[in-house]
């Protein structure tokens, strides 16, 4: 996998970290009292971005890239956190995203001498993860990786997004730098310090966040002859409140090369949430159907090209399900051929009616059918009362100001659909490796931490749902299941860090 690298570095001398008042630096360590203190140099610098073999990557933006405070845990064999080195506040190099500035190293930084892994994490979340060195110290890595909820606000902020070590398949999420590790007595310190930071360890870091763009094909976006549509905006929804540290490398086959897939905390089947909408609350956000005139309509306003972000939300194979997916929502006015532009009307049994119209098809019904259907939709949408004696007196009256925005969506799942102004909604799940065609295929639906998934609108064949595509209020007609020594030598380390690219996806997208 080709990156953009970073070198993330500190340009100004550092205190050791846990050394005490007479401890003051690093000139001044008693020859053979090297206990607890650790020195890393951080430094920033990066490359281009580069095409991976079938996957483009694109560069973060600066607000996307920039290394505010560093954190790194060190690990010994066993997986157990030795020690922290924090560097917050830190000043670093950064590129924008752009460009390859130049960027100066630190001095190395002394760490435990068992030290043989590491873990970094950039811009941490400290009200979600405490890894303060009194929190994580002793403890093994599976503990300090817990998932924890969190909004996607906690870590996408402006030049303060949350970046941690992308892994490998095979090694998982800690780093192995025995080779980088160099030993280091009193009498040999000036060499130690030359040779490590002569050979720094590369640690590949990844956003937690995934981000999503939708934009509409223009001008080649197609439509049935006659018919018209007017974009009006787009949401996601289905979004996960929990994320990790690390989510662990998932292989899949016939994957696109370069492309990864990880394992959330409700990744598996058994792991999504069960018990209606409050358990769907609890593990998601995701934009709500209304019950009554006094709801209020969710708002699916996001401009045509423009971005959102969100934590990853992943899942095996068999847990692809439309509850559980993340989705874009398209809200727009669909108007079908042979009805004024933009204005309402209603569906039933693929014909479409003006008021006018639909009144002079229900009186023509001498039985069953619209005669049936129609009362259904009005008494559930509150037109009617439930125990009106004349119902078709009632229909012969209606008229449009009977009807507004809201009228479709509490009416909604009946045979009888009301579009007021001909808007309609759309549902669409998105795609993560787009070579994936085989349906339920491991890979197929998600989204990653660090990929960018670009969905372009392309075509549309008719009028999405009058109302809102709601995971937790599913169409009852047409369900879908939604250790350490106290007494151990140091060693020096040099960390380089690099920064993946943003993974980036196309999804073309036909409305129906």
């Given at each position: 996998?080709?990156?953009?690298?970073?070198?993330?570095?500190?340009?100004?001398?550092?205190?050791?970290?846990?050394?005490?008042?007479?401890?003051?630096?690093?000139?001044?360590?008693?020859?053979?009292?090297?206990?607890?203190?650790?020195?890393?140099?951080?430094?920033?610098?990066?490359?281009?971005?580069?095409?991976?073999?079938?996957?483009?990557?694109?560069?973060?933006?600066?607000?996307?890239?920039?290394?505010?405070?560093?954190?790194?845990?060190?690990?010994?064999?066993?997986?157990?956190?030795?020690?922290?080195?924090?560097?917050?506040?830190?000043?670093?190099?950064?590129?924008?995203?752009?460009?390859?500035?130049?960027?100066a190293a630190s001095d190395v930084k002394l760490v435990p001498e068992k030290t043989e892994k590491v873990f970094v994490v950039i811009n941490p979340y400290s009200a979600g993860w405490d890894l303060s060195k009194d929190a994580v110290k002793g403890k093994p890595w599976n503990t300090i990786n817990a998932a924890i909820d969190a909004t996607i606000a906690n870590v996408t902020g402006n030049k303060n997004f949350m970046m941690a070590s992308a892994g490998t398949t095979d090694a998982g999420a800690l780093t192995?730098?025995?080779?980088?590790?160099?030993?280091?007595?009193?009498?040999?310190?000036?060499?130690?310090?030359?040779?490590?930071?002569?050979?720094?360890?590369?640690?590949?870091?990844?956003?937690?966040?995934?981000?999503?763009?939708?934009?509409?094909?223009?001008?080649?976006?197609?439509?049935?002859?006659?018919?018209?549509?007017?974009?009006?905006?787009?949401?996601?929804?289905?979004?996960?409140?929990?994320?990790?540290?690390?989510?662990?490398?998932?292989?899949?086959?016939?994957?696109?090369?370069?492309?990864?897939?990880?394992?959330?905390?409700?990744?598996?089947?058994?792991?999504?949430?069960?018990?209606?909408?409050?358990?769907?609350?609890?593990?998601?956000?995701?934009?709500?159907?209304?019950?009554?005139?006094?709801?209020?309509?969710?708002?699916?306003?996001?401009?045509?090209?423009?971005?959102?972000?969100?934590?990853?939300?992943?899942?095996?194979?068999?847990?692809?399900?439309?509850?559980?997916?993340?989705?874009?929502?398209?809200?727009?006015?669909?108007?079908?051929?042979?009805?004024?532009?933009?204005?309402?009307?209603?569906?039933?049994?693929?014909?479409?009616?003006?008021?006018?119209?639909?009144?002079?098809?229900?009186?023509?019904?001498?039985?069953?059918?619209?005669?049936?259907?129609?009362?259904?939709?009005?008494?559930?949408?509150?037109?009617?009362?439930?125990?009106?004696?004349?119902?078709?007196?009632?229909?012969?009256?209606?008229?449009?100001?009977?009807?507004?925005?809201?009228?479709?969506?509490?009416?909604?799942?009946?045979?009888?659909?009301?579009?007021?102004?001909?808007?309609?909604?759309?549902?669409?799940?998105?795609?993560?490796?787009?070579?994936?065609?085989?349906?339920?295929?491991?890979?197929?639906?998600?989204?990653?931490?660090?990929?960018?998934?670009?969905?372009?609108?392309?075509?549309?064949?008719?009028?999405?749902?009058?109302?809102?595509?709601?995971?937790?209020?599913?169409?009852?007609t047409n369900p879908t299941p939604p250790d350490t020594d106290d007494d151990e030598a140091d060693a020096y380390l040099s960390v380089q860090i690099t920064i993946n690219p943003w993974t980036f996806w196309t999804q073309g997208v036909d409305l129906h």
């Amino acid at each position: 996998m080709k990156t953009r690298s970073f070198l993330l570095s500190t340009l100004a001398a550092f205190m050791l970290a846990g050394c005490s008042s007479e401890e003051a630096g690093e000139n001044n360590i008693p020859g053979d009292d090297l206990n607890g203190k650790a020195y890393l140099s951080l430094s920033l610098k990066s490359h281009s971005a580069t095409t991976r073999a079938a996957t483009a990557t694109k560069p973060g933006s600066e607000g996307e890239s920039h290394a505010g405070n560093v954190t790194v845990l060190l690990f010994d064999k066993d997986d157990v956190c030795l020690d922290v080195v924090d560097f917050n506040n830190a000043e670093v190099g950064n590129s924008g995203g752009e460009g390859n500035p130049p960027a100066a190293a630190s001095d190395v930084k002394l760490v435990p001498e068992k030290t043989e892994k590491v873990f970094v994490v950039i811009n941490p979340y400290s009200a979600g993860w405490d890894l303060s060195k009194d929190a994580v110290k002793g403890k093994p890595w599976n503990t300090i990786n817990a998932a924890i909820d969190a909004t996607i606000a906690n870590v996408t902020g402006n030049k303060n997004f949350m970046m941690a070590s992308a892994g490998t398949t095979d090694a998982g999420a800690l780093t192995d730098v025995k080779s980088n590790v160099v030993k280091v007595t009193p009498e040999n310190e000036a060499t130690a310090k030359d040779q490590a930071k002569a050979n720094p360890a590369i640690i590949n870091v990844d956003r937690l966040s995934a981000k999503v763009e939708v934009a509409v094909k223009s001008p080649d976006f197609t439509k049935p002859e006659g018919s018209s549509f007017t974009f009006g905006g787009w949401e996601l929804s289905v979004t996960n409140k929990s994320v990790k540290l690390y989510s662990d490398l998932i292989t899949y086959a016939n994957a696109t090369e370069g492309a990864v897939y990880r394992r959330d905390k409700n990744y598996l089947l058994g792991e999504q949430p069960t018990g209606g909408e409050s358990a769907m609350d609890a593990a998601f956000d995701y934009l709500k159907n209304i019950d009554s005139q006094d709801g209020v309509i969710p708002d699916v306003a996001q401009t045509d090209g423009a971005s959102r972000y969100c934590l990853e939300n992943t899942m095996d194979a068999e847990a692809q399900q439309l509850g559980f997916t993340t989705k874009v929502v398209v809200k727009a006015q669909y108007t079908p051929s042979g009805l004024t532009e933009n204005s309402s009307y209603f569906s039933w049994k693929g014909n479409y009616y003006t008021l006018e119209g639909l009144q002079k098809a229900y009186k023509e019904t001498t039985g069953g059918g619209l005669k049936t259907d129609l009362p259904i939709f009005l008494k559930k949408a509150g037109i009617v009362e439930e125990g009106v004696s004349d119902i078709d007196k009632a229909i012969e009256e209606l008229t449009t100001s009977n009807f507004n925005e809201k009228t479709g969506i509490i009416g909604r799942f009946c045979a009888v659909r009301y579009y007021h102004s001909s808007v309609c909604y759309y549902d669409v799940l998105i795609r993560h490796d787009q070579a994936i065609t085989t349906k339920m295929a491991l890979g197929r639906y998600g989204v990653v931490r660090n990929n960018w998934y670009h969905l372009e609108l392309q075509s549309v064949s008719g009028p999405g749902t009058p109302w809102i595509p709601d995971p937790s209020d599913p169409d009852p007609t047409n369900p879908t299941p939604p250790d350490t020594d106290d007494d151990e030598a140091d060693a020096y380390l040099s960390v380089q860090i690099t920064i993946n690219p943003w993974t980036f996806w196309t999804q073309g997208v036909d409305l129906h």
